[in-house]
């Protein structure tokens, strides 16, 4: 089965630090770019980063660009979200996505972790 | 950047009933970029549709999407109680911007 697993979510103090990470399986990780898409309460589905194959290539939205880090390891199939400064508008379940490959689309999706920004 | 916007905000519709779901572009967008999603509560989105028109994988036919430049449709025939949820159109590429989402509600 295929299948995206996150964890590491939980309450942090804002300034402090979160590392997220997604456990893939039942598929070729190495062969999909891979993002991170968050969704804060009842709201939207916001994208926040992606990572090509080979780690060669990564983009964040604006709004977290210099405090978010994406990171993969092909050797573990897993895919990481390191958080820095996090904000009280940080708040969110955090989602990984796969990326499909002849599918313009975000094929496969995690159940999400959720990240509380709150002292 | 490209603004994706949904409409209507709410759809409410009885069993049965036929929806038609909205999503237009702020500038004509490639009609293989655009993908429409399903949320229900306390679960992860699920893709319906990608390339504007073509279903992913398990989802019946009663959903379909359409559209092209700006203005495109999903559309779901004899709705069944399990499709009532948040729908969400996305365009996938720079940024990957999604719709702020139709709620499709029991009337």
């Known amino acids: 089965e295929v299948q995206l697993v996150e964890s590491g979510g939980g309450l942090v103090q804002p300034g402090g630090s979160l590392r997220l990470s997604c456990a893939g399986s039942g598929f070729i990780f190495g062969s999909y770019w891979m993002t991170w898409v968050r969704q804060a309460p009842g709201k939207g589905l916001e994208w926040v980063a992606n990572?090509?194959?080979?780690?060669?290539?990564?983009y964040y939205v604006d709004s977290v660009k210099g405090r978010f880090t994406i990171s993969r390891d092909n050797a573990k199939n897993s895919l990481y979200l390191q958080m820095n400064s996090l904000r009280a508008e940080d708040t969110a379940v955090y989602y990984c996505a796969r990326e499909g490959t002849m599918i313009n689309a975000f094929d496969i999706w995690g159940q999400g972790t959720m990240v509380t920004v709150s002292s | 950047e490209i603004v994706l916007t949904q409409s209507p905000g709410t759809l409410s519709l009885s069993p049965g009933e036929g929806a038609t779901l909205s999503c237009r572009a702020s500038q004509s967008v490639s009609s293989r970029y655009l993908a429409w999603y399903q949320q229900k509560p306390g679960q992860a989105p699920r893709l319906l549709i990608y390339?504007?028109?073509s279903r992913a994988i398990g989802i019946p036919d009663r959903f379909s999407g359409s559209g092209s430049g700006t203005d495109f449709t999903l559309t779901i025939s004899r709705l069944e109680p399990e499709d009532f949820a948040v729908y969400y159109c996305q365009l996938f590429g720079t940024s990957h911007p999604f719709g702020q989402g139709t709620r499709l509600e029991i009337k």
């Open positions: 390339g504007a028109s």
């Open positions: 990572m090509k194959q080979d780690a060669g290539e990564k």
